[in-house]
C-alpha cells in the first residue's frame, strides 16, 4: 500500500530557514557594512512589484554566496525583516517562511512610472 501524505499547507510548514545556534552566532558577528552591503544586494532583487521572498533570495543566492560566505543564507530573510521594520520593504505573510511570503519596495508605486502595482490600480479605481 502506498505511503500516501497530506499535501502541505502553509500553516502546516515549519519556516523554511529557522536558524541554528550556529547560524545565530554567525549572525551576531556580522558588522553594520555587511548589514547595509546585504540590504542593498536584496533591494536590487526587489520591485515596486509584490514578489516572493524566495525569488528576492534566488537571484540574489549567487552574489551572497561570493561576498558574505562568512554568512548563513538566513540572514537575508532576517535583513529582508529588519528592512520592512525600518520601512524600506513591505512584507505579506512571515519573510522566514520564504515560499509564502511577498516583499515588494515600500510604497508599492514608481514614482514617475506609468505603470503601477495592481494594488495601487485597484484602489486608484475604487
Not at 14 to 26: G, I, N, S, W
Not at 44 to 67: G, I, P
Amino acid at each position: 500500500m502506498p505511503n500516501h501524505q497530506k499535501p502541505l499547507a502553509s500553516d502546516d510548514e515549519e519556516r523554511d530557514d529557522d536558524p541554528t545556534p550556529e547560524e545565530l552566532a554567525q549572525m551576531r558577528r556580522a558588522t553594520a557594512d555587511d548589514a547595509a552591503a546585504v540590504d542593498a544586494l536584496i533591494l536590487q532583487s526587489c520591485t515596486h512589484r509584490w514578489r516572493k521572498v524566495a525569488m528576492v533570495f534566488a537571484t540574489s543566492l549567487n552574489e551572497f554566496d561570493a561576498k558574505f560566505p562568512h554568512l548563513p543564507y538566513v540572514y537575508m530573510p532576517v535583513r529582508i525583516i529588519a528592512m520592512e521594520q525600518s520601512g524600506v520593504l513591505e512584507v505579506r505573510g512571515d519573510a522566514m517562511a520564504m515560499r509564502f511570503s511577498e516583499v515588494r519596495l515600500a510604497g508599492g508605486k514608481c514614482d514617475g512610472c506609468p505603470l503601477l502595482d495592481v494594488d495601487s490600480q485597484q484602489e486608484e479605481a475604487a
